[in-house]
């Protein structure tokens, strides 16, 4: 099993005053030629709003869009007609497809936002634009994968065009469980939100992230109480 470590500390940083954000992955003016992506995983954005303010109107296409507020609440307004607030336990999607312009702003006064901003290279290019929205229950990924993003509508309303899964996992100090890979060829991304993790004998500490490639299943043992999300993702697509 080959694996690539993501130390919090070594990430891309801009502070733009309403925007704070780091990036795992090359993004705006962060390079780094040895961190483009990891698979069809392109993006990886973890974004501070502050009260008041966010993104404008901006266009995409072509790319698979995930967000998951963290903490404080995230309103959206796109060119499909889509207007609508997630906060936390909220997961969106957004396939853009043949183009879509859309913005997101934190509606509060009084708090900030925190969310994941993620994108996934899409396995068919020019589809029609798609909206996803849903719910998920904080209390089931108490020592769980709980699957939040899918190629498959019959197993979540926030599906994507691409062959990855999703989970967040919320383990309890000294809980371990085994992931299985869903798809031969897959690689895996776990970035730890918070806690402390251990993984092939590599321990974790809070936005640590690690690739992993050439597996077909691995354990996660929490080493203090730890909050994840698990990306599998294709290698090549």
């Known amino acids: 099993m080959e694996k690539i470590i993501y130390k919090a500390e070594s990430r891309g940083h801009a502070n733009h005053g309403w925007l704070d954000t780091h990036h795992t992955f090359s993004f705006a003016s962060y390079y780094n030629p040895d961190r483009i992506h990891f698979g069809a995983l392109r993006v990886l954005n973890d974004d501070k709003i502050t009260s008041g303010t966010g993104f404008p109107k901006h266009p995409h296409d072509n790319m698979e869009i995930i967000s998951i507020p963290l903490n404080g609440d995230l309103a959206h307004e796109d060119s499909m007609g889509t207007q609508s607030t997630i906060k936390q336990g909220d997961v969106q999607v957004m396939s853009a497809g043949t183009g879509v312009t859309h913005s997101e702003f934190n509606p509060n006064n009084d ?37 939040v993003v899918s190629p498959n509508v019959e197993e979540v309303d926030t599906w994507i065009q691409q062959d990855a899964w999703f989970h967040l996992a919320d383990f309890e100090e000294g809980f371990e469980k085994k992931y299985e890979m869903k798809k031969k060829g897959n690689g895996l991304f776990l970035f730890l939100l918070e806690g402390e993790v251990e993984i092939e004998d590599e321990k974790l500490k809070k936005r640590d992230g690690i690739g992993l490639i050439n597996l077909e299943e691995v354990t996660i043992k929490a080493n203090a109480d730890a909050e994840m999300l698990l990306m599998e993702v294709p290698l090549e697509w």
């Open 111 to 147: 708090i900030g936002t925190e969310f994941l901003q993620i994108w996934v290279f899409p396995n068919k290019k020019n589809v029609e634009p798609r909206y996803g929205q849903v719910s998920y229950p904080m209390e089931e990924r108490k020592n769980n994968f709980q699957m």
